[in-house]
């Protein structure tokens, strides 16, 4: 079984630091379980399951560190593997960047939301039900289609020498579909992730894409250029993650789009419109995360940009040592607040746009300015008079979500969109944004 309890995995913690010599020393434990589901033309391809649990451990003495890791786990195993840190770590170079490990806390951590039992129960039978509603929809629209649907049940565990444990345990469930149809001129995409199993509507979300893909045929071509754009949450999420690290260490450094001209951050500036915020929250419902990170900090609710101000900057605890501040852990989830326009609204009240509904292949152009570059696809429509015109051949983009967010319109309700590359999840709005620039055409579908 790859998926241990608290106490199993403290038990476990505990035995192999009684194992260690070194000055310090830290055990980290993480184990998966779940399983997938692949269709292409309209039938399973392929079908899986995944368990795995694995160690590491960090031994240190003084500034040099060892790392190493298994994932056998009878005792003789066990002592090999700290052995062998043991031995890494003189053989080193001195860590200039070493801070000695945390102490247990003053307040245990709190514990997770993210774990949901019946997204653990699910099985190959259940995966398969939840693509067949799925087929069901793209056989009787004469279309072909492609998804993917995997589960994932997990845990991480870490315990160090100076006493802290920490425990959390997490599930996932993430079903993608492309559909096109037979000649393939017209594309649709739907991807949704959730916590819990009971959310996830195969059916539902494979009608959009069914949708898309036959409204997409036929599409015509109009000049590159600035244009109104209504975002959809899954394109939006995917443009808008490259922002989300809030990193002091690469703003102070002059790396990032936080740092400020002639040296130090942005901390405290407006930065974007007011409309915008934007936060992590572990305690998130509908997109809960982890309650601390890999140093042993605690997660608590974080705003990161507040009515278009940058409120907070993530610091390690070496960087926050270095420049004498308190340290604040990086986000474990991404929300921004939305409004109250649905994408009917901003399609109604839009005399002259483009509605996109997936972004692909985004790639950094300019980290300081984070001026970005990709491709519209699966699905992109010209918007004239308050209603959708006709589809669109697809675009590349040259734009940047630091940009794109001060030229912000309207928000709508934010949902759980999977980025198409990271498959991360985030809680974005769809969004309308003014003069998005269009650099060239494109012939992919």
Not at 4 to 16: G, R, Y
Not at 154 to 183: C, E, P, Q, W
Not at 192 to 207: P, R
Request: proline share 4%.
């Amino acid at each position: 079984m790859s998926i241990l309890t608290k106490e199993e995995a403290q038990a476990l913690l505990k035995k192999v630091l009684n194992y260690s010599k070194a000055d310090e020393c830290e055990v980290g434990l993480n184990g998966r379980e779940g399983g997938n589901i692949r269709t292409a033309l309209n039938q399973v391809s392929t079908a899986g399951d995944i368990s795995t649990l694995n160690l590491s451990v960090n031994s240190t003495f003084g500034k040099k560190t060892g790392t190493a890791t298994i994932n056998e786990f009878d005792d003789a195993s066990l002592e090999k593997v700290v052995r062998r840190s043991e031995e890494l770590a003189q053989l080193a170079p001195e860590n200039r960047e070493h801070v000695v490990p945390l102490g247990s806390p003053a307040t245990p951590f709190a514990d997770s939301i993210e774990y949901n039992a019946d997204t653990a129960a699910m099985t190959p039978e259940s995966r398969a039900e939840l693509m067949a509603k799925s087929l069901d929809v793209t056989t009787k629209a004469n279309l072909i289609a492609a998804g993917f649907l995997e589960n994932t049940t997990g845990f991480n565990a870490m315990m160090n020498s100076k006493g802290l444990f920490a425990y959390n345990r997490s599930t996932d469930v993430i079903f993608t579909v492309t559909t096109r149809n037979h000649d393939g001129t017209g594309s649709g995409y739907a991807a949704k992730g959730f916590t819990d199993v009971k959310k996830l509507d195969t059916y539902a979300a494979t009608k959009i894409a069914a949708t898309k893909a036959n409204n997409s045929a036929g599409a015509k071509a109009i000049e590159p250029g600035k244009y109104t754009v209504i975002l959809e949450p899954t394109a939006a999420a995917y443009m808008m993650e490259s922002m989300f690290r809030f990193d002091a260490r690469t703003a102070e450094e002059g790396r990032s789009f936080l740092s400020k001209k002639g040296g130090g951050t942005r901390l405290g500036e407006k930065l974007v419109d007011d409309k915008v915020n934007i936060y992590s929250d572990p305690f998130n419902p509908e997109l809960p995360g982890g309650t601390w990170d890999r140093d042993g900090l605690p997660l608590e609710k974080t705003y990161w940009i507040q009515n278009g101000v940058v409120k907070n900057l993530s610091y390690s605890r070496y960087w926050a040592e270095k420049k004498g501040v308190k340290p604040v852990p990086g986000p474990s989830n991404i929300i921004m607040d939305g409004g109250d326009s649905s994408i009917e609204e901003m399609i109604k009240n839009t005399e002259r746009g483009i509605l996109v509904s997936r972004l692909w292949y985004i790639r950094s152009v300019d980290p300081q300015s984070l001026l970005l570059t990709g491709l519209t696809r699966d699905g992109t429509f010209y918007i004239e008079n308050g209603k959708i015109k006709f589809p669109i051949k697809n675009f590349r983009f040259n734009e940047s979500p630091v940009i794109m967010l001060n030229n912000v319109e309207a928000l709508g309700k934010p949902e759980r969109a999977v980025s198409v590359e990271s498959y991360r999840s985030y809680l974005i709005p769809p969004m309308k944004i003014r003069d998005f620039t269009f650099s060239s055409l494109s012939d992919a579908v």
